[in-house]
């Protein structure tokens, strides 16, 4: 078979109306941190502390897309994408966190918006991908309520501008990664180390979500909301109790926590059982749940890795993101659990690539919750791509794309409703703790000169989406 068919019979199975696309988000790709009133970003901070980021580098320039929306738009259309997802910075729109807006943050996005249309494209925005104003850190971040609230009054700033044109929203991406890497192992930015404190700020990333979501709504009952869930299967290492009990307890963190709470109004009961370990919920008001439980549209799904855990303490527990950097456990009240490696291929981050697991975790969660729609927002790898006259060979990552999208299908075929796939990520950026490290992008980038080379994988994954174009237009 050749590559075209392989293409064309894949695309075949996905239904008509499928959105294909690619994602970033605004620190990892936009620089131009201090340009035109941008306020500072706790990742601004974060990035000046030593020993943060292993190469030491920062976002200052990461591949300057606030200075070259045509650029990045093009690219979009040279894919010949359906769909594209980005993040706004919320410091760029509201320098100090509050209500104050910054026009000129404000128009950056108008035109990246009206380009993508223009373009043909249909724009995705997510509302918080991690950029936090450093003002609200200032104020104690997101273990405080009212940073939650702030974040509402941003939303309805933000789809105040935008809401004519863009339909698709995403509140808050990856509230795991936010609330435990950044509060509890300290490998993100704001690097705290305290797990009571992370809990508080996942409840409170989740109650930004609903006030997120019901500005939204109020704005526009047509809009599509959804938040960005980042998803593992976890599989005990062997059957003694033990790690069982380890399997049980890091899906329950990882998988159930939020989505239970988006979707059925409540924290799973044993969660909330281990974490009183360090914390008594007192943190939690009266109408929170129902809140956070606001009707979502979809589903947003990254996917990245499968988990193998161990009840055994010499495991060692690593994150999602094993970041390089000194940190704690990004575990509140689960720090014993170890992370083991079962002998799969891995990435260039050390992730196991498990694409069965991309079904099974489909699957599950339209099981679990079979009433709403389910979009695929990050999928992707890291590899050392290499330049090599004008070319980029990552069959690597050109194969991984190829047995996700395979994973993908086969859940359709089984009755998963998938309405999207976006590659992580159209380009390559910063990788938060890992700097310029690792590239996941569809695009190699040469961070000097900033240019950019479409990769095989791109040129494949454009090919695909080129075939699943003939089977109707995107929504
Ligand atoms: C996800 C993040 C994204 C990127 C990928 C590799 O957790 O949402 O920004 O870093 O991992």
Known sequence: MTIDNDQAALAARFPAGFAWGAATSSYQVEGSTKADGRGKSIWDVFV??????????????????YRNVEGDVSLVKELGLHSYRFSLSWPRICPEGDGRVNRAGLDYYQTLVDSLLEAGVTPWVTLYHWDLPQALENGGGWPKRDTAERFGEFARIAHE???????????????????????????????RQEPAASIAAAHHLMVGHGLASRAIKEGDPDATVSIGLNFYPVYAATDAPPDLDAARRIDGVQNRFFTDAALKGRYPEDVVEDFSAVTDFSFVEVGDMELINAPLDCLSVNFYSKFTVTGDADG?????????????????????IGFVTTGLPQTDMGWEIAPQGLTETLKRLHNNYPDVKLAITENGAA???????????????????????GACADAVDEGV????YFAWSLADNFE????????????????????????????????LVRHARSHGEAQ
């Open 48 to 65: 000046d502390e030593p020993g943060r980021v292993i190469d030491g580098s920062n976002g200052e320039k990461a591949i300057d897309s």
């Open 383 to 405: 590899f050392p791509d290499k330049l090599v006259d004008g070319q980029v060979a990552d069959s690597e990552r050109l194969e991984y794309f190829r047995a996700h999208v």
């Open 432 to 463: 938060w703790a890992w700097g310029y490290t690792k590239r996941f992008g569809l695009v190699y980038v040469d961070f000097e000169t900033g240019q950019r080379v479409v990769k095989d994988s791109g040129k494949w994954y454009a090919d």
């Open 316 to 336: 060692g527990a690593v994150s999602a993101s094993a970041a390089p950097t000194d940190s704690g456990s990004p575990w509140p009240a689960n720090d014993h």
């Open 417 to 420: 409703p998938l309405v999207a």
């Open 161 to 191: 501008a935008l809401g004519d044109r863009v339909k698709h929203w995403i509140t808050v991406n990856e509230p795991w990664c936010a609330a435990f890497l950044g509060y509890a192992s300290g490998e993100h930015a704001p690097g």
